[in-house]
């Protein structure tokens, strides 16, 4: 009985986590199962592979973390006007507007209480008790998903993590029991999740903060999202791990080309990823506009104030010992191209053959790869 | 009237889990020490094993000459000190300002009566950059960069030797951390502080410290000056560490 409770607060909480409605869901079925890239270079709406060529061609573009974008094309969420209170007529947020395009992130920045989060759960339509929306208003055509702060919290700590992915896969994708965990192990594997998980499920308080913090952009990317909403995903988590989970984003935001609304308090991780920034102060927009421009010429002291905040780190020395590392890094890429090259050569070998034919043919096609080039 | 501390072999086990494993470590009077290092790798536990907070199963630890046991004296106790990663937890949120740190200053007999107290607690106030008229608040009427300022003043209150922090600063926001920074410089200063300060976050340990020691897994990597291992860090993890810290763009272009 108590688990029936708790999958039906689930599936509840899945609504609550994708403010598509109906229709939403069904487009977002249209566009098949999440799999391999090569399967989603050939989703029609998409095409996240050309668009990349694009934007390796373009010259003038003014930031990393971003798709080349379409300047005439629709944006698909517009927040205009955005004034949220609380129930004590307190302005929490006040004239907030902003547009996004597919393929577009946005940063937004600020300390706490800036109102960075709040605006974020009305794009969601999550808003917290006790807040309201005053004015203003928020249209979107697509659907989005929540990545929040502190993964553990978001987790269900009584619930495998397969399988709280799998429920999710199950409810969005309408899809059976079997199906929906295939599916969720597939997408843990893109995630850089252990594939010991397919053969033991493990409850959240038996994995890292950073696999938890996978685990919740997993269950947030199982509702197919166009807009991805980003809670300071990295403030609970240490170095190595926040580098991961940025660069781990970045790749998925380019493999699969969903927008993204960046929330974060730390200037230099909104550079590295939103070609848009908006620095918000108590509530309000204090500056805004492309994240280069923003961080080399801020018109306000608070932006000032927060770039200084970035503690600096001193340029590291050119040395032997970088050199070295360096040297070591392309010995090991070289060995890997090679391996590859190798690979490439014996792959139409794999027919059954005798081991003295074998090493013969591959000697032979490696002969002939010498006298191509 | 500070003080080195000194470690040795020091290895401590929470069951068949090993989280400190033999470390030696010599943090010389009136010093920083910038331990870094991931989640889970040990540095928290150095630090409750210095302060006394959890007995090693083995290794040797002294401050000051004087060996730190398993059973330390009042005055022992009183030359270390700890600030906590999070105010909201380390203060008692049903004590006004005034017992919070009078408590300690009454615990170690630091004054006598109660005009020296109060006296002794508006001088720690100041020192830390809060009124007056905080001492008969609550910590719930502060805000986080306040509060852990309420920590510190705590913590410098009975005057100790060894001043351990534990990621002070991880829960407070980014301009607030910048004051609690400076803060932190200027006591360390003024009262000749031998100081441990513990976090994951590269910018702040260049920020505070003369040393760092790069810590994985339960053992000690590297110690070095702090120059010499932001300028080329000697071991893999201490680079990767490094490379690891987003990066502000600059006007030539993005660096990473």
């Known amino acids: 009985m108590n688990s029936r409770k708790s999958v039906e607060w689930r599936k509840k909480a899945g609504i609550r986590a994708e403010q598509g409605d109906a229709a939403k869901g069904d487009k977002l079925q249209s566009l098949g199962r999440l799999e391999p890239l090569e399967q989603l270079e050939s989703l029609e709406p998409r095409e996240p592979l050309e668009r990349l060529e694009q934007l390796e061609s373009r010259e003038s573009l003014q930031s990393v973390g971003t798709l080349a974008l379409n300047v005439n094309e629709q944006p698909i969420l517009v927040v205009d006007g955005l004034t949220l209170e609380s129930s004590s007529g307190q302005k929490l947020v006040e004239g907030m507007s902003f547009t996004l395009r597919r393929g577009e992130s946005i940063g937004l920045v600020g300390e706490s209480g800036s109102g960075k989060s709040l605006t974020l759960r009305a794009v969601l339509g999550l808003l917290p008790r006790g807040v309201q929306l005053a004015a203003g208003a928020v249209q979107h055509t697509v659907s989005s998903a929540m990545v929040f702060q502190d993964p553990r919290g978001a987790l269900d700590p009584l619930c495998p993590v397969v399988k709280q992915v799998a429920e999710v896969v199950r409810y969005r994708q309408k899809k059976g029991r079997r199906e929906a965990r295939a599916e969720a192990l597939k997408l843990l594997g893109l995630l850089g999740l252990p594939e010991s998980l397919a053969r033991e499920d493990r409850y959240p308080n038996q994995l890292s903060g950073g696999q938890c913090q996978r685990i919740v952009i997993a269950i947030a990317l199982a509702c197919r999202p166009d807009i991805l909403l980003c809670d300071e995903p990295t403030t609970a988590l240490d170095v190595t791990m926040q580098r991961q989970i940025i660069d781990l984003i970045a790749t998925l935001q380019q493999e699969l080309g969903f927008a993204m609304i960046f929330v974060t308090h730390n200037l230099a991780i909104a550079a590295e990823m939103c070609s848009r920034l908006i620095v918000m102060k108590q509530g309000r927009v204090v500056e805004e506009g492309l994240a280069l421009d923003v961080l080399t010429q801020p018109n306000d002291p608070y932006t000032q104030m927060l770039i200084e905040a970035v503690l600096p780190l001193p340029e590291r020395a050119e040395t032997d010992a970088g050199a070295e590392v360096e040297k070591e890094a392309n010995e090991r890429s070289g060995a890997e191209g090679q391996r590859i090259a190798h690979a490439e050569e014996s792959m139409p070998n794999t027919v059954k053959k005798s081991r003295m034919e074998d090493l013969k043919e591959d000697s032979e096609s490696q002969a002939e790869g010498g006298s191509k080039s | ?256």
């Open chain 2, 1 to 256: 009237m500070s003080a080195e501390l000194q470690m040795e072999q020091v290895k401590v086990r929470y069951g068949g889990f090993t989280a400190l494993n033999h470390v030696t470590l010599h943090v010389p009077a009136r010093t920083t020490l910038g331990l870094v290092g991931e989640s889970g790798s040990g540095k928290s536990t150095l630090a409750r094993a210095v302060a006394g907070l959890l007995v090693p199963d083995e290794g040797r630890m002294s401050l000051g000459g004087r060996p730190l046991e398993k059973r330390r004296s009042r005055e022992q106790r009183k030359q270390i000190q700890m600030i906590f990663q999070n105010p909201d937890a380390s203060l008692n949120p049903r004590h006004s300002v005034r017992r919070i740190l009078s408590e300690a200053l009454r615990f170690h007999n630091m004054t006598r009566g109660r005009v020296q107290t109060e006296q002794r607690c508006l001088e720690l106030l100041e020192r830390v950059r809060l009124s007056a008229d905080s001492l008969d608040k609550y910590p719930h009427e502060f805000s986080g960069g306040q509060r852990q300022r309420i920590a510190i003043a705590r913590a410098l209150s009975v005057e100790p030797e060894l001043l351990i922090a534990d990621e002070p600063t991880s829960a407070l926001d980014v301009s607030v951390q910048r004051s609690v920074l400076e803060l932190f410089r200027e006591i360390r200063e003024e009262l000749n502080l031998t100081v441990l300060f513990i976090s994951h976050d590269l910018g702040v340990i260049h920020a505070v410290s003369d040393t760092v020691a790069v810590m994985r897994q339960g053992e000690l990597l590297e110690l070095a000056p702090k120059e010499a291992f932001f300028a080329q860090p000697q071991t893999n993890y201490g680079r990767e560490l490094l490379a690891a810290v987003p990066k502000m763009p600059t006007a030539s272009g993005l660096v990473r």
